[in-house]
């Protein structure tokens, strides 16, 4: 029986899922630009976007108890408030004072929410819910606390508060307040799932999954709920992949035949001995491109576990065989160090294959040069970054194209570079942040996976230590005495906000700090995802030309600098594990012994037992599973990216529920290809093939 078509205005304007979110009341056209950020385009968005976790509040009845630090729900009157604009950031604000049952007061301070000191006026009764810190003169503050009217009925204001992921501007309140007002909309989402599936498996329907993710009744409730949308993703994404497969097996390409002298000669000249896994997933490299089905392999290793040389032979079987390879990096300094290891890798093993760049950054009679080269078929392997993808850039004959970090690319831009050959060229991916095997499957289940979990001899462990507030000048030692014997050093800001901006901001206040007073007498610079010229930055600490490098997460791949030795994290316990393992990999690359301090800003007993398991463990792929298992999975390949939600991602570590998601979609599509029966399920798959960075 069809759905009856619920007729809600908001605004004068029809709330439909559909709708785009900007139709919610509050949002408008500039808070809906920022919800992009958090991928939120639809109202539809806004109510699958359950929040992450929920905070706990301690309820006091008198000021008098409030602790610093602690969150906390309080109730009382409004003395007076004012709309005032800051003088400094240009930020409109509503400023208020909160009196208890006793006459004492309370500042509240919202951000960017003016408006309210025309909602609330003095003598009205509010909750508020926030956490207690102190202000300028020492006394107690709330900055953006949730907040109510207290008028009889129950406040949603209570001793647990949802979370919900924030971007700048938008605070988790306020999308809380968003939610509310769309909620009416819920019984009109279709439900992807099939009915009988959804019967199958004991789930909740789509309306009511939605309503328990927001406003449970229980915490069973809250957990039906994630297990419902949870299973739906994974069950969108396999059906996804079931399709992606299809349509692969369709293609064609020409096969690379493998010859024993190219691997003897290309072994001969590496200064070094491929280990076990290497050896493996070049084998299994080279099978797949002696296929006429195009390879669709990802290559996932650990950091420093030496992807580049399974690439670079793919490479040389391929020149071997008359094709071009084509390598696409994510930043310029990284395509700029592939450069230089594929052409010590294959350059001087095989007279007449020669490696190029391409990147925006290159003069345009270099530019027009090798664009030359790769359309005459000149240049055997072109590396480069996006500008690899632009229309002027023609190659003779690629037979075999490869993306490292290829997370970090959208499917269009794959798309872009695979179709730079005349046929389907073979496509090799790599990624140096250590998948465990359910999150592979999950996010890449339509590519066949390689596995490098052995680092290469010789390498020494850094040597790792989580360091407490009062060992900070210790850890500031460990920099000076290596700068002083000739060595450099990283120093991570925290991760403050999901903002890039607001990360930027405190990225520049530490440098500053640092350069100042800590290390006056260092070469400092600082790069953050804001820096225009983060590259030339890079390159310029690779170079030796500073001491220390102060960077946000931005470094967290592809820079290589030997002569780094020490990698210190501010804020570590902000981090995910396989994050932090990220950046340990930026040290300990030369004979030199190197060193990852972990310094904890909150040393609570959970955060402190999180970062003694990356002091003693080194081993990416275990540090992976463990993310998962204490809910850091949306930090491990950073979830919206795919399209998986935290929700999606935290279900991986049950492989069970990814094992029959993927079982139902492949029985769904095997009576039904087309999905003709299930029109809901092919409008989601059709958004989960453009969102998601797979394929």
């Given at each position: 029986?069809?759905?009856?078509?619920?007729?809600?205005?908001q605004?004068?304007?029809?709330?439909?899922?559909?709708?785009p979110?900007?139709?919610?009341?509050?949002?408008?056209p500039?808070?809906?630009?920022?919800?992009?950020?958090?991928?939120?385009?639809?109202?539809?968005?806004?109510?699958?976007?359950?929040?992450?976790?929920?905070?706990?509040?301690?309820?006091?009845?008198?000021?008098?108890?409030?602790?610093?630090?602690?969150?906390?729900?309080?109730?009382?009157?409004?003395?007076?408030?004012?709309?005032?604009?800051?003088r400094?950031?240009?930020?409109?604000?509503?400023?208020?004072?909160?009196?208890?049952?006793?006459?004492?007061?309370?500042?509240?301070?919202?951000?960017?929410?003016?408006?309210?000191?025309?909602?609330?006026?003095?003598?009205?009764?509010i909750?508020?819910?926030?956490?207690?810190?102190?202000?300028?003169?020492?006394?107690?503050?709330?900055?953006?606390?949730?907040?109510?009217?207290?008028?009889?009925?129950p406040?949603?204001?209570?001793?647990?508060?949802?979370?919900?992921?924030?971007?700048?501007?938008?605070?988790?309140?306020?999308?809380?307040?968003?939610?509310?007002?769309?909620?009416?909309?819920?019984?009109?989402?279709?439900?992807t799932?099939?009915?009988?599936?959804?019967?199958?498996?004991?789930?909740?329907?789509?309306a009511?999954?939605?309503?328990?993710?927001?406003?449970?009744?229980?915490?069973?409730?809250?957990?039906?709920?994630?297990?419902?949308l949870?299973?739906?993703?994974?069950?969108?994404?396999?059906?996804?992949?079931?399709l992606?497969?299809?349509?692969?097996?369709?293609?064609t390409?020409?096969?690379?035949?493998?010859?024993?002298?190219?691997?003897?000669?290309?072994?001969?000249g590496?200064?070094?001995?491929?280990?076990?896994?290497?050896?493996?997933?070049?084998?299994?490299?080279?099978?797949?491109?002696?296929?006429?089905?195009?390879?669709?392999?990802?290559?996932?290793g650990?950091v420093?576990?030496?992807?580049t040389?399974?690439?670079?032979?793919?490479?040389?079987?391929?020149?071997?065989?008359?094709?071009?390879?084509?390598?696409?990096?994510?930043?310029?300094?990284?395509?700029?160090?592939?450069?230089?290891?594929?052409?010590?890798?294959?350059?001087?093993?095989?007279?007449?294959?020669?490696?190029?760049l391409?990147?925006?950054?290159?003069?345009?009679?270099?530019?027009?040069?090798?664009?030359t080269?790769?359309?005459?078929?000149h240049?055997?392997?072109?590396?480069?970054?996006?500008?690899?993808?632009?229309?002027?850039?023609?190659?003779?004959?690629?037979?075999?194209?490869?993306?490292?970090?290829?997370?970090?690319?959208?499917?269009?831009?794959?798309?872009?570079?695979?179709?730079?050959?005349?046929?389907?060229?073979?496509?090799?991916?790599?990624?140096?942040?250590?998948?465990?095997?359910?999150?592979?499957?999950?996010?890449?289940?339509?590519?066949?996976?390689?596995?490098?979990?052995?680092?290469p001899?010789?390498?020494?462990?850094?040597?790792?230590?989580?360091?407490?507030?009062?060992?900070?000048?210790?850890?500031?030692?460990?920099?000076?005495?290596?700068?002083?014997?000739?060595?450099?050093?990283?120093?991570?800001?925290?991760?403050?906000?999901?903002?890039?901006?607001?990360?930027?901001?405190?990225a520049?206040?530490?440098?500053?700090?640092?350069?100042?007073?800590?290390?006056?007498?260092?070469?400092?610079?600082?790069?953050?995802?804001?820096?225009?010229?983060?590259?030339?930055?890079?390159?310029?600490?690779?170079?030796?030309?500073?001491?220390?490098?102060?960077?946000?997460?931005?470094?967290?791949?592809?820079?290589?600098?030997?002569?780094?030795?020490v990698?210190?994290i501010?804020?570590?316990?902000?981090?995910?594990?396989?994050?932090?393992?990220?950046?340990?990999?930026?040290?300990?690359?030369?004979?030199?012994?190197?060193?990852?301090?972990?310094?904890?800003?909150?040393?609570?007993?959970?955060?402190?037992?999180?970062?003694?398991?990356?002091?003693?463990?080194?081993?990416?792929?275990?540090?992976?599973?463990?993310?998962?298992?204490?809910?850091?999975?949306?930090?491990?390949?950073?979830?919206?990216?795919?399209?998986?939600t935290?929700?999606?991602?935290?279900?991986?570590?049950?492989?069970?529920?990814?094992?029959?998601?993927?079982?139902?979609?492949?029985?769904?599509l095997a009576?039904?290809?087309?999905?003709?029966?299930?029109?809901?399920?092919?409008e989601?798959?059709s958004?989960?093939?453009?969102?998601?960075?797979?394929?």
């Open positions: 029986m069809a759905r009856p078509q619920l007729t809600v205005l605004g004068g304007r029809r709330l439909t899922p559909t709708a979110v900007g139709v919610v009341k509050g949002v408008g500039e808070y809906e630009k920022r919800l992009g950020r958090l991928g939120i385009a639809t109202v539809r968005d806004l109510l699958l976007n359950l929040p992450w976790r929920w905070e706990p509040y301690v309820r006091i009845e008198l000021l008098s108890q409030l602790q610093p630090g602690e969150q906390a729900t309080f109730v009382g009157t409004v003395k007076s408030i004012r709309a005032e604009n800051s400094y950031k240009r930020l409109k604000m509503a400023k208020a004072e909160i009196k208890d049952a006793a006459g004492a007061t309370l500042n509240v301070v919202w951000f960017n929410q003016s408006k309210l000191a025309y909602r609330y006026k003095p003598g009205m009764r909750a508020l819910a926030g956490k207690v810190v102190r202000g300028y003169g020492g006394s107690f503050e709330m900055r953006n606390p949730h907040h109510d009217l207290v008028s009889g009925a406040s949603k204001v209570g001793e647990l508060m949802p979370k919900y992921h924030e971007t700048a501007g938008v605070a988790s309140s306020r999308i809380a307040d968003w939610v509310q007002a769309a909620l009416p909309a819920a019984d009109e989402l279709e439900d799932l099939p009915e009988d599936v959804r019967h199958r498996h004991r789930l909740l329907p789509i009511e999954a939605v309503r328990q993710g927001h406003q449970p009744d229980s915490e069973a409730g809250w957990k039906e709920a994630k297990r419902r949870a299973f739906a993703e994974l069950f969108e994404f396999q059906a996804a992949f079931v992606l497969r299809r349509g692969l097996e369709q293609e390409a020409t096969p690379i035949p493998y010859r024993q002298e190219v691997i003897d000669a290309f072994k001969a590496l200064p070094f001995e491929l280990t076990n896994a290497q050896r493996k997933a070049t084998w299994d490299v080279f099978k797949d491109l002696e296929r006429e089905l195009p390879m669709n392999r990802l290559l996932n650990d420093g576990s030496g992807k040389a399974v690439a670079a032979a793919a490479a040389a079987m391929a020149h071997a065989a008359g094709f071009q390879t084509v390598v696409m990096a994510p930043t310029e300094i990284l395509a700029r160090q592939h450069l230089h290891k594929f052409r010590d890798y294959l350059e001087g093993s095989f007279p007449g294959l020669t490696v190029e391409l990147v925006s950054g290159l003069p345009a009679a270099e530019r027009r040069r090798v664009r080269a790769a359309a005459s078929g240049c055997a392997l072109l590396v480069g970054t996006h500008a690899l993808i632009e229309e002027d850039v023609e190659l003779a004959n690629l037979g075999l194209a490869v993306v490292d970090e290829q997370h970090r690319f959208g499917v269009r831009q794959r798309e872009l570079l695979r179709a730079k050959g005349q046929g389907r060229p073979h496509f090799l991916a790599m990624t140096a942040t250590p998948i465990p095997r359910t999150l592979a499957l999950a996010l890449y289940g339509e590519m066949a996976v390689s596995v490098l979990n052995e680092l001899p010789g390498r020494t462990p850094v040597a790792t230590q989580v360091v407490e507030p009062e060992g900070r000048e210790l850890a500031y030692e460990l920099v000076r005495r290596e700068v002083a014997g000739g060595r450099q050093a990283f120093v991570i800001c925290p991760l403050v906000e999901e903002s890039e901006k607001l990360q930027s901001k405190a520049t206040v530490e440098f500053e700090r640092l350069r100042t007073e800590v290390f006056p007498d260092l070469s400092l610079a600082l790069v953050h995802g804001k820096l225009r010229e983060k590259d030339t930055v890079m390159a310029g600490f690779a170079a030796g030309e500073t001491q220390v490098l102060v960077a946000t997460a931005v470094v967290e791949v592809g820079v290589d600098v030997p002569n780094a030795t990698m210190l501010e804020g570590a316990n902000r981090f995910g594990l396989a994050q932090l393992h990220q950046f340990r990999g930026r040290v300990g690359r030369s004979a030199h012994q190197s060193y990852c301090l972990l310094l904890a800003d909150e040393p609570t007993e959970e955060a402190m037992t999180r970062l003694r398991l990356v002091e003693k463990e080194h081993d990416g792929f275990r540090l992976a599973e463990a993310d998962m298992r204490m809910r850091g999975v949306g930090e491990l390949m950073g979830a919206r990216q795919h399209g998986l935290d929700r999606g991602m935290e279900a991986l570590a049950h492989p069970e529920l990814l094992s029959e998601a993927r079982e139902e979609a492949e029985s769904v009576a039904d290809p087309d999905l003709e029966e299930h029109p809901a399920l092919r989601a798959v958004r989960r093939l453009e969102l998601a960075a797979i394929s």
